[in-house]
């Protein structure tokens, strides 16, 4: 899962069977069943489209939260789901949220208190740490079809082509150059859902760092050397990283916690066990809907009308006849 999966800090195409085998040194074969067997014991629960915020024209935030009480957070989780900008939620055992948000650039979440970004909605939270995701450069200009495959690929990124070409009337050729050309310029990548839920033997924990600029590469690289079962990392912030490592128990939890805690230029470091990874799509599909609206609106505002075609000849041929002259 590990070389399956990409982030926003390993930015890349979806990596295929034989790249995978190559890395690990196995056959394409052995690769594909262990994925096989993964979906069929309801680990992988299959492929999500994470959208590049900068494809909105946007920026991406994660905060922590933590609560007074489970329950209280509990109470919270619809209401958040409903926020604008919420595109995924993460809980843990406890008292725990962590929310990724898309917002407009200039805002300045890391100084926000979470009352103030979904108040009052959280009454007893507390702003943990927050940092900005450092997502890639995106130039890519999309067009209204470039909107309408993300928006059949947001729920599942493993459409076919020839399925996808079929709902838009276009040719399975389109819609593969399209993917192709949005994947290449950054404007999202396919991410591995995971149902941590149905691991076995071990414990998802996620490992939070936050620590100074100029020891953050170090202290990532030390994380990366020091524990072989890292499933997904994210390390692109200049002063947060977020490790999901799996763990034997909370005893080895907490080890990782007190290495973690000892390290140089470390201000904070936090563990905490995976429950729930919950990818919000409403206010996405909103969004993606109203730039499939935008495009087709502005197809018709620049589509000339019959009217227009004989006052185009008619100017024509008046240059034409002037030049005579």
Not at 139 to 148: F, M, N, Q, V
């Amino acid at each position: 899962m590990r070389e399956m999966a990409t982030s926003p800090s390993q930015w890349n195409e979806r990596r295929s069977y034989t790249d995978v085998a190559r890395k690990l040194g196995v056959d394409e074969e052995t690769v594909r069943n262990r994925l096989k067997m993964m979906r069929e014991m309801g680990l992988l629960v299959g492929w999500r489209l994470i959208v590049n915020a900068r494809l909105l024209g946007l920026e991406s935030s994660n905060l922590v939260l933590e609560f007074d009480s489970p329950e209280s957070k509990e109470a919270a989780l619809t209401r958040i789901r409903e926020k604008d900008g919420v595109v995924l939620i993460q809980s843990f055992f406890g008292k725990t949220l962590q929310v990724t948000v898309f917002h407009p650039n200039g805002d300045n979440l890391e100084r926000r208190e979470p009352e103030n970004f979904v108040s009052p909605l959280t009454t007893g939270a507390k702003l943990t740490t927050s940092w900005k995701v450092n997502v890639p450069r995106c130039d890519h200009e999309p067009k209204e079809l470039d909107w309408r495959i993300v928006g059949l690929m947001l729920r599942n990124a493993e459409r076919r082509f020839p399925e996808m070409a079929g709902e838009l009337h276009v040719s399975t050729r389109t819609v593969k150059r399209r993917v192709n050309l949005m994947m290449g310029s950054s404007a999202f990548f396919v991410q591995p859902e995971l149902d941590f839920r149905k691991t076995i033997g071990v414990m998802p924990c996620q490992l939070l760092i936050e620590c100074a600029p100029e020891r953050k590469r170090a202290v990532d690289d030390l994380v990366v050397s020091k524990f072989e079962r890292i499933v997904f990392r994210l390390t692109n912030s200049k002063t947060h990283s977020i490790f999901t490592v799996l763990c034997s128990n909370v005893a080895e939890m907490k080890e990782l916690l007190k290495w973690a805690r000892s390290q140089e230029g470390v201000t904070l470091a936090k563990t905490d066990i995976i429950e729930n990874q919950d990818y919000v799509h409403e206010w996405l599909e909103r969004e993606v809907g109203r730039r499939i609206q935008n495009g087709r609106d502005n197809a018709r505002l620049v589509t000339p009308g019959r009217s227009s075609k004989p006052k185009k000849i008619a100017i024509v041929k008046v240059a034409a006849n002037s030049r005579r002259g």
